[in-house]
């Protein structure tokens, strides 16, 4: 059965650093690429960066430069560090596995002074 369990939000002030963490289970991690998603409210989620199996990289528009995708394989983990964060990235942050379709449970980050 495929678990993935983030963790890392929490309310920070503009300006402020995250890291986002998602442990997985279930299946075999390296082989997969994986993605972060965030859902705003009133809003649809949306894809914010994903890293393949390999390690390539892409991200959103809106956090180039200011968000770094990485794994950790021997982890079975997929991290999303968030700099220079700003009002607007206010969500729920949601790992994911395309290949599979399986989401985790969502970790609120919320930036406000």
């Known amino acids: 059965q495929v678990q993935l369990v983030e963790s890392g939000g929490g309310l920070v002030q503009p300006g402020a650093s995250l890291r986002l963490s998602c442990v997985a289970s279930?299946?075999?991690?390296?082989?997969?690429?994986m993605s972060w998603y965030r859902q705003a409210p009133g809003k649809e989620r949306e894809l914010v960066a994903s890293i393949s199996a390999g390690g390539s990289t892409s991200y959103a528009d809106s956090v180039k430069g200011r968000f770094t995708i990485s794994r950790a394989n021997i982890m079975s983990a997929v991290y999303l560090q968030m700099n220079s964060l700003k009002p607007e990235v206010t969500a729920v942050y949601y790992c994911?596995?395309?290949?599979?379709?399986?989401w985790g449970q969502g970790t609120q980050v919320t930036v406000s002074s």
């Open positions: 994911y596995v395309p290949s599979i379709g399986s």
């Open positions: 279930g299946f075999t991690f390296s082989a997969y690429a």
